[in-house]
């Protein structure tokens, strides 16, 4: 029991036992003779009790044979208990401990009622209190109803006026310390790793979302919680190296999507200290520039392999004025054979990026490959590419190009493959005397997906016709020129008409020249005629004959 209710003991003590009127009187009495009839007995008690309240740690209890109150302030008890001390150290506090009276109540013997403030009790209340000689009696001659109800009322007036101060008094701590802690909540520094201003984060599904934002580089403040995020929709242009470093480092990061960013520049290394992507999305920006090591590092000999497994280059070309005069075919070709950084790579996506040929050695580093997406480019043939490696091929998707025919090496590779489905539809074939193998393979083979599809775009009076269709009377090879043919010569013609509309505008503007150089040709001609003509008349008359032989002597 705390402090406060053994001090509403005390008070309840105090006023709700009525004194009796002989006792009132004597008291009265006795106030009005100045102490005169105080009892040798009596004074050695007062001095008795001055020196306990002298001494802190002796506190004085009643038994049977006591009228006088307990010193510190404690709360009467019945008349005629008997008197004793009890020293404890004074170390060792009391406050909240009670000892049992008479009636089997707890009698406080924490401090006394000063010990709560000024506004606790009433001022009559505090201090040592007075004795009651008269005693307690709890019967119904202890008083009329009058008295007893005026004292009540006193009574719960006193505790209303307890209970507000200790309310009041204990609800100023609290409200400080709430506008403490609310002022030491709003001054701390933000935590790393919250979300970034422009961007949307779930932390349940370890989602960052920083779309259509137009931002130019990668956010600093990324949480290092996130397991996929899309830049998507930005405007960044270059991706320098170590853009996705991070203090602490991006660990979990598995998914990264920077689709449709803008992105003219990929450099080396620009996606190191990300030990767990696994999905990298790089479709439908215009890559002038895709560094050789942009995929393993500034050093691919030296670096650790790439954890990617997804790859996704879709529609990665960039217009024909920003291609630097470099191949497309051969730079995709350098970032993907670069080192062995990419041998764990399962799908690779290079739709739409008008390949018109593959490199020879493009997939030679990627023996892990189970997808690989080439649709929707200009492929006119795969004659100088080899799947011979890629032993875990499951899927080939070479739709919407522009092979004519598949050839023998191609067919062979294709049907070594245990597990490969291909894909070959909507590519303009040319149903003639070399399309023979082809025919004959796809009629055997269960790899091509979708084979009674496949149908002819030439010669004209073989289109539309389904392969599976064809037999061999059927695939001639025409000697009329096909129409590419055709427009080859025409536009010979034209280069050759070209070249001497040139060579007439050359003549044209050295007009003077050669009119000049026309006229000494013609000058020095008749010259040399007039000397051939002077020797023939000398030769022809005998009397000239004779002079000039004497003239020479």
Known sequence: MCPNQGKFHEIHQRFSCPRSRSGSSARRQQKR?????????????????????????????????????????????????????LRRPSSAPTRGKFSPDASGRPAPSGPSSRAFGAGAVPAQLRGKPRAMPGGCSRGPAAGDGRLRLARLARLALVLLGWVSSSSLTSSAPSTSSASFLASAVSAQPPLPGQCPQPCECSEAAR???????NLTEVPADLPSYVRNLFLTGNQLAVLPAGAFARRPPLAELAALNLSGSSLEEVCAGAFEHLPSLRQLDLS?????????????????SFSAPSPLVELMLNHIVPPDDERQNRSFEGMVAAALRAGQALRGLRRLELASNHFLYLPRDVLTQLPGLRHLDLRNNSLVSLTYVSFRNLTHLESLHLEDNALKVLHNGTLAELQSLPH????????????????????????????VQGKAKLTCAFPEKMRNRALLELNSSHLECDPILPPSLQTSYVFLGIVLALIGAIFLLVLYLNRKGIKKWMHNIRDACRDHMEGYHYRYEINADPRLTNLSSNSDV
């Open 33 to 85: 003779q100045g102490g005169a009839t105080r009892g040798p007995r009596q004074e050695e008690e007062r001095e008795e009790e001055r020196g306990a309240e002298s001494r802190p740690g002796v506190r004085t209890f009643w038994r049977e044979g006591a009228g006088e109150s307990t010193p510190g302030g404690e709360r009467p008890v019945a008349r005629g208990l008997a008197k004793f001390r």
């Open 420 to 447: 490969v489905r291909v894909f070959l539809d909507n590519n303009p074939w040319v149903c003639d005397c070399h399309m023979a193998d082809m025919v004959a393979w796809l009629k055997e083979t269960e790899v």
């Open 207 to 213: 989602t960052v979302k920083c779309v259509n934002r």
């Open 284 to 300: 439908h920006n215009p890559l002038v520039n895709l560094s050789a090591f942009a995929f393993s590092g500034s050093n691919a």
